[in-house]
Every structure is written in structure tokens, then in C-alpha cells.
């Protein structure tokens, strides 16, 4: 029974998911990348990385000073 | 679905064994050399530093997650999300390491990555849940 489920689980989960691991080196063509297509995927990583990083630091920038009051009145 | 109490013994051992070899499937592919269709030294070194950018985006990831959580003071937060992704509306704007590991195809190591992982890294050793971290980003910047 142990070897049972144990084969099912790899033949299921663990296969499919080391193959998609290992498509997800290789481009949409299904052939392996080139020169040019890694360094574009780089310049592509790092702008989605760059952006999530600038997201929340714009939306946890601290609000700047309030300028002192200035008097009212006569 | 019952299962008797050997059975979910068995699916439970069955399930700690899968995702051990997922973890390890993980790892592996993880620390892959370039392919041999990527042949020249700009290329093998965007492809390293591509692997890279992704690691340093799943751990900006988990200080956005912390920060999330109140696991980590926002103020560490800030300043290690920006010591990864720069920040553009700063002022003055910051560079990012990101930034560096960007040019660093054209440019080869020259210590610059290296260089601010050192600026960075007490600040990252001091939050504990980060600490994991630490060893992966050493190894990984460490040489660049």
C-alpha cells in the first residue's frame, strides 16, 4: 500500500512538477534559450523585481513634515 | 475519504517523501549552469545573474511579507527592499543591487555586488526571521 501511493504521488505530483521546473528554462518554442534571449530575461526580471520593490516603498513612504503653523490674527 | 489510522501513517511518510524530492527538484534547478545554447561569457553571465535577480526577488519578497506581518520594523523593511530594488522617487534616488547585477554581463564581477551585500548585510542578520538568508545571499553575491 505504501509503495502504492508513493508511486501514484511521484507519478502525479512530483514527475509533472520537475518537468515544469525544468520547462521553465526553456522558451516559449520549447528550445533552450540563447545569448540574446537570457539577456533579455534578465533585463525583464529585474524591472518585475525593481517594480514590486518600488511599490512598497512609494506605499509606505513616510508623509514629509507638516510646515510649522503660521500665526493667524492681527 | 477514511483512511484507517496505518494508511494515514503510510500517506503522511508518502507526502513528507514528496516534498522533500519537490524541495530538492527545486534546488537543483535552481543552481543550474547556462544551457550550451548560451555561449558567450555576456551570456553565461546574464543567465547566472538572471538567477540571481530571482532569488533576491523572492527575498524582497519575504521582507515585503514580514514587514506584512509586523515581523519586521518598517523603517529595516524600507531600507532593504530599497538596498534591493532602488528607489526612484527617493532624494536623492537610491541604486539598487538589482541595478548593478544588471550591468554586470557587460561588466564581469568587479566587487560592486559584493561590495553593497557587505552595506546591506548587518542589517539583514539583525532580523532573525531572516536569517536563512543570510548564507544564501553570502553565496550568491559573495563572488560578484
Known sequence: MDAVILTTLLKDIVIPEVLVAIRAHHNATGNLPTDAEVIAALDVDALKVKAQ?????????????????????? | MILHKPHAIYLVR???????????????????????TVTTPEGQRAFNADQIVQRLGEFQSAVIDLSRAGKIKLEDARIIVAWVSGDKNATPPVTGVIDILRAYPASGPTGLVNASWQTARPRVVAVPDLADWVPVLDQLLGGL
Request: proline share 16%; aromatic share 4%; glycine share 6%.
Open chain 1, 53 to 74: 520593490g518600488q511599490d512598497f516603498l512609494d506605499a509606505t513612504r513616510p508623509l514629509p513634515a507638516a510646515p510649522p503653523a503660521t500665526p493667524t490674527g492681527t
Open chain 2, 14 to 36: 508518502a507526502l513528507a517523501v514528496v516534498y522533500v524530492v519537490i524541495g530538492l527538484a527545486a534546488l537543483t534547478t535552481s543552481c543550474v549552469h547556462p544551457p550550451a
